[in-house]
């Protein structure tokens, strides 16, 4: 608050705080009106799709009916919807569509045209509250509904309508005509490609090169919106929402182009650079900060989450202003984990998405944190190095939880917390920190709270957290132990086909929330410790016939679903501590001639059933009972 004039002579210190107090509660109290009248757009909007829907299903009009259901955006309680405008509106019936569907597409622009003001009247009000990066997020949003919005378009930096809004294109490749000067490629035997902000050199087909760009230029376009306050002001925001000629700033790659070379296959990459890299057979990309280019190949879809985590190094570091970290800084592993963070992007149904609560690496570092096996204090991670980091015995520990602290960064706590964390990010690469610089308060203990506290809340998962889970379909990897999931939440885990691991230890699931377990047929671990389910389970346990590791500890199953469990021929490691069974049980499990571990502890299983089960399991190497804590001999 500054205060002009005479302003501070005429009231004393009291009465001046006093006035502070007033304006920030009014500011609050305005920033909590302009939420809830924003809920009301967007349940009237909700109220009108449904509506519109259901009309269109009386109408025989299913294409449109399946639009106007799944066009809605969530609001994520944990994660980021992002939306890039489109030049053309793929929703559009041709001008050939019967009149019934132009007057179907006349309505739902209607009602997104409405909904599309009160998303800028949000981004005003989240300007003025110190939240200028939620604020140009709303503005994309609001493009996405309207095209045509005037305010979105002029805050952003588009020209009116009827111009079109720019796109996403990637032109084809060029062939140089001279010999390359640093990679030794010949004429004709590379090309090139110059997209808006990245220059794409590669040996790699036309094809390749081609989607390449594509990607790159939708993580930069994803990029500046999640990070708007780490390349922009939200005074020049403002100042572009009042209609002013305001510069928001200079985006890396704008001025000069981002520098990328893509090889043809992983040989090639590793052939290249392997005297530049040591241990280069490790990666699978990577991003060079004095050369100020990032490499790739192009031969295998898996290593385009590394494009994502090298490039986002690359935009944080070559924004304008910007510049590469000292070898000493600290905050390296919070570096690693904000670009492990944007490995996390996913396109569905038309937006996109950052974190969720399905992100790959979140759930390595949940299943570490919540069990009690690695959580290193915020203190701790954030005064390592890059040598501290690259030499730390736990580093892939570490990298998983560097990467939730990222997630919580950018999920958790408040807009404006998020604000504080990207001005932080901000200073740090622009050497405006020394490298002992630690996290403002403001961050770190946003409501006062332990950090630690808030962290490890931030990690669990509810009912409605997994329910809001947009990309079931792609998730490999779901960690829900020692979280407050019920079986409500597990309602649509049948939608997790490509599921390989699952952890519902010690929830509150019971047999109800496994009514679609067999539905995950590439499962291969399933961890059910210490939940309520019963024999009733079982079935559905025996039939995922991929499962290599199952863990029934403390489970209330009988001798006779193990007869069951038998049937599961890939099974390599079992877990039955705590639970009812017996050496008559323990005797149906003989035809699981791929077990290697086997734990028995706090059963009634004897020392004489265990060894005999050894003795006609070739493979089974390690029996754990509570006679012999390592192994029956």
Known sequence: MILRGNLAASYGIASLLALAIVAATSARGAAAEAEEAFSVARKTFADNLATLAQKAD?????????????????????GIALAIPAAIDPTKPTASAPERSQQWYRKFREYRATYAEALVALASSQIASGQPTAAYQSLHLALR???????????????????????????????????HPR??????????????????????????????????????????QTCFGYWSSGEALSARLDGKNESLGELPGSSKPLQVVLFKNREEYLAQLAEQQPKLELTTGIYFGDQQVAYFYADDES???????????QLFQETPRRTNLAEDQTSFALVEGIAMYFESLARVDGYYTLGTVAADRLQFARYRALSGDYLVSIEQLLSKTRDDVQSDPDIRKLYSQSAAVAHYFFEGGSATNREAFLDYLAKLYGGELTPATPLPAAILKPSGADFRQQFVGFLDVSDQDLLACVSPATTINLSLGRTTVTDQGLAQLGQFKRLKWLDLSLTKVTDTGLEQLDQLTQLNQLFLEGTAISSASIPAIARLRNLEELDLSKVNIADD?????ATLKQLKVLYLVGTPVTDAGLAKLVSLQNLEMLDLRGTRVSADA????????????????????????
């Open 561 to 565: 679903d193990l007869a069951k469990i």
């Open 183 to 224: 990679l030794g490629w010949k004429r004709g035997t590379y090309q090139r490609l110059t997209t808006e902000h990245f220059q794409i050199t590669s040996s790699a087909p036309a094809g390749s090169i081609t989607r390449a760009a594509m990607q790159l230029e939708e993580l930069h376009a994803i990029w500046k």
């Open 303 to 313: 290593a385009e989450v590394t494009w994502r985590h090298e490039v986002a190094h």
């Open 610 to 633: 265990a060894e005999k089960l050894k003795s006609r399991i070739k493979s089974l190497a390690n029996v754990l009972l509570d006679s012999s804590p390592s192994n029956v001999p």
């Open 58 to 78: 009386e109408l025989a009009m299913p294409r449109e009916a399946a639009i106007t259901r799944g066009w809605l955006m969530p609001q994520l309680s944990k």
């Open 145 to 179: 509904e309207n095209p045509e919005q005037a305010a979105a378009r002029s805050a952003l930096g588009y020209r009116a309508a009827p111009a079109p809004l720019p796109t996403i294109t990637s032109p084809r490749p060029t062939i140089p005509t001279i010999d």
